[in-house]
């Protein structure tokens, strides 16, 4: 599939799919799969659509849905092992479109024995869709992005749940903005220097993963394990140079 058409899916589903449901869904299709893990009508019907499309195109491809996951762990256990998959999460930051923010994503990521190799992330409401290819660097909308350095003399970065003792860092924290798909593309382009996770679902960072190492980023575990399918540990740190990263990796260990 041309990398184009792919976006073409994501762009239709959108459209068709989730779009008239943000600020507009009904309490009954809003549910928790666990307490405070939200799922909508969207996620699922998306999910559906974007995994049948991209099956009905490249049939022996598994297909890694986030909802998917939830009702079949085996699903995910076989994704390091695939010849070719498609890695999905149809709506990154749900909970935020429940409110009605615009912080959200559609995040893809396509993987060949276990390495990324083309991923999206699709920002429908801010109309922004990032793309990158193994070894044909990023854009955004079309346009190449390049390597940023904001030159900031404290690293700041971002967490979803508060750090033990952050004030006390020798770098600085604030939290993200709910959304992988939102708060990496922030990292991309300079707005924070650094992310830090403790959850590493590869539907979060895979498709971000692939235009972090194509700008000269690094992201890895806690132990400095780069980050692929099927990696997991205590937490998925990211920085746009190794420099960053280590000092954020020693300013957190053990918090």
């Keep these: 599939m041309q990398t184009e058409e792919v976006a073409e899916i994501l762009f239709e589903v959108t459209e068709r799919v989730i779009m008239p449901r943000f600020g507009h869904l009904e309490r009954d299709e809003v549910q928790q799969k666990k307490p405070g893990d939200l799922v909508t009508i969207a996620d699922k019907e998306a999910e559906a659509e974007i995994g049948e499309a991209l099956s009905q195109r490249t049939p022996d491809a598994l297909i890694v849905g986030e909802e998917g996951v939830f009702t079949d762990t085996r699903i995910m256990d076989a994704l390091p092992g695939a010849d070719h998959a498609w890695v999905l999460d149809p709506i990154d930051g749900t909970r935020n479109f429940t409110k009605a923010s615009p912080d959200f994503a559609v995040m893809l990521a396509e ?22 290819e193994h070894g044909g660097g990023v854009t955004c909308n079309g346009a190449q992005l390049r390597p940023v350095n904001p030159g900031r003399e404290v690293p700041l970065g971002a967490t979803y749940v508060p750090l033990k003792g952050e004030s006390e860092l020798s770098i600085k924290v604030r939290r993200t903005w709910g959304s992988a798909g939102v708060d990496y593309p922030n990292l991309l382009e300079g ?29 890895a575990s806690d132990e400095g394990v780069p980050y692929r399918a099927g990696v997991f540990g205590r937490r998925v740190i990211s920085a746009m140079n190794d420099l960053v990263w280590k000092q954020v990796r020693d300013a957190i260990a053990l918090r």
């Excluded at 924070?192 to 992201?219: C, Q, T």
């Design 191 to 219: 707005v924070v220097d650094f992310l830090a996770y403790r959850s590493m679902f590869p539907w979060d960072h895979l498709p971000a993963g692939l235009m972090i190492n194509e700008l000269g980023g690094k992201i």
């Design 111 to 132: 993987v060949i024995h276990g390495e990324t190799v083309r991923s999206w992330i699709y920002q429908p409401v801010h109309s922004k869709l990032y793309v990158a």
